[in-house]
């Protein structure tokens, strides 16, 4: 009973936080509807972007999860979640441009700051994070090199096979007309011995 209770004051917490930042959605909406969309800078579209996604991040699906455990509940969950995170700090990044174009800033310190939102992410272990796909893309590329090692090797083997059964069957052909040929002389001798023979015959009889 507890847990269900937990469960509906925070699916309550969820919908005031969603109706609250659904206000100030469309206040903003409605602020920036006085513009043409031609006259819209990128950061005010970012924000409009941001602010979709916001919802999206606060996981408006939170109950499904818990209540009924799937795969594709978790796999949205970060979907959402990587989503805002990486066009806010592609946000960041903008207003950080911004700052160094209309201040004159020199690009060394504009990239200074970058280093520290990018490299100072507490959330992200550039070790676990990114070790296992070097692992992957290391044995991966392992493997490949022995398939395509395997299939040049099978490739010359097949050709060899066919070279030699392509040699065997010229052997047996050329074995073939060899005997068609020598059975062809037989004949052809003994066709002259019998007609030596008659004659020697028709001889005998005349004299």
Known sequence: MDFFMLLMMREKFNKNQQI????????????MRRLAKNHWIIEQKLIIVLSGLLIMFNNPFYALI???????????????????????LVFWMVILDRIQSENALKNS????????VFGLDPFVN??????????FCKYFG???????KKVIQKEDEIK???????????????????????????DNQQQDNDAQYDNLNKTDKNI
């Open 66 to 88: 818990i209540l009924e455990p799937h795969m594709a509940g978790s796999f949205f969950d970060i979907l959402f979640l990587t989503n805002f995170l990486v066009l806010l």
């Open 109 to 116: 310190k504009v990239l200074t700051a970058k280093k520290i």
């Open 142 to 148: 392992i493997a490949l090199m022995i398939l395509h």
């Open 126 to 135: 550039f070790e676990d994070s990114f070790g296992l796909f070097y692992d």
């Open 160 to 186: 060899e096979q066919e070279e030699f059964v392509q040699q065997q069957q010229n052997d047996d052909q050329q074995t073939t007309n060899l005997k068609l040929q020598s059975q062809n002389e037989q």
């Open 20 to 31: 609250l930042i659904k206000d100030n959605q469309v206040y903003i909406v409605n602020q």
